[in-house]
């Protein structure tokens, strides 16, 4: 059941909900005994029984904790005991990143460039740790009063060395389809790369003021298919052909032709200004799509659509019982 305001949990009152994703509900709450105000990330109570969601959540409880960086939001407990699993975050006064470009359509040159710089590094870091976002999109990155962008929700961020705990053609926490790089739209588990491609589309985006991939009316497994096998429009002519370039390579389909780090990816936004489309010479993308690649998306969409019924069933199923039980 949700959370209600006013409620105690432990020593943190809820003071009103933030947001609702997947698997999980946040919540602004205050620390009563710092004073201090938090978000507490909670899980999907209704899927707590399900192995595989649980296991997400304590993976992403554990890289949480273990990140700090100015551009990344912080776990602000250290596992104390609890009356239940969730998640102490810093609390951040910000905007998300996806409603400052639906109030202003697009970026500028430089507002994108910085915002840019700050995620490449915060992305070096967390690739440093061994770890990998792989969902990285602009309702995952906040932007502060300053400038400061900050990335948050590390829900299906993976560790490298850890284990599957999906099969890999039928899970439907692999990203957000417009943000996907085609490896992961593959069924593979991605890596650095994989959160390069990402912050790619977000520079396009940022500049274009709508992602390269998907339209109004797009289902997600349209969107996927774009990401295989279409080109993306040309960015507005004011775009430096060096940031173009930069653009570009961080979303060449092949992950060998991308950056392979994001220092490396870093060093060229802190010099675009000074590098030109000489400096980006690519082969010709090549189509993605391997075969069978349409009936495994076809499973990935039922695997989708199947996952949100079972939801639908274990609400009704829990409303049904709390009613029962009046």
Do not use: C
Request: charged share 25%.
């Amino acid at each position: 059941m949700p959370h209600q305001v006013g409620e105690r949990i432990d020593h943190y009152e809820i003071l009103q909900p933030l947001g609702e994703g997947g698997f999980a509900s946040t919540y602004l709450a205050r620390d009563e005994r710092s004073g201090q105000q938090v978000v507490l990330k909670w899980p999907d109570e209704s899927l707590l029984g399900d192995q595989t969601v649980f296991e997400h959540f304590r993976r992403e409880m554990a890289i949480t904790r273990r990140l700090r960086h100015p551009n990344i939001q912080a776990a602000v407990d250290e596992g104390e005991s609890r009356s239940a699993p969730y998640l102490i975050l810093e609390y951040i006064e910000g905007t998300p990143l996806h409603r400052l470009l639906r109030e202003r359509g697009k970026l500028s040159v430089e507002e994108t460039v910085a915002i840019a710089r700050q995620l490449a590094s915060a992305l070096a870091y967390i690739h440093e740790q061994q770890v990998y976002h792989r969902d990285l999109k602009p309702e995952n990155v906040l932007v502060t009063p300053d400038g400061t962008a900050k990335i948050i929700d590390f829900g299906i961020a993976l560790m490298q060395g850890a284990r599957r705990m999906t099969w890999r053609w039928l899970t439907n926490a692999t990203g957000t389809p417009a943000y996907m790089a085609p490896e992961q739209i593959q069924g593979k588990r991605g890596d650095a790369r994989t959160d390069i491609y990402a912050l790619g589309i977000m520079m396009y985006e940022m500049l274009k003021g709508r992602a390269p991939y998907g339209r109004p009316g797009d289902d997600p497994l349209a969107v996927m298919q774009q990401h295989l096998s279409a080109l993306p429009d040309a960015l507005p002519g004011n775009v430096p052909p060096g940031l173009a370039g930069i653009i570009a390579k961080a979303m060449r389909r092949n992950p060998d032709e991308r950056y392979q780090s994001a220092e490396e990816l870093l060093a060229d936004l802190d010099r675009y200004e000074q590098l030109t489309a000489a400096d980006f010479q690519f082969p010709e993308e090549r189509d993605e799509r391997v075969p069978n690649a349409d009936r495994r998306l076809i499973l990935l969409g039922l695997a989708m659509a199947g996952g949100f019924i079972a939801l639908v069933a274990v609400v009704i199923g829990v409303v049904v019982l709390v009613q029962s039980l009046r």
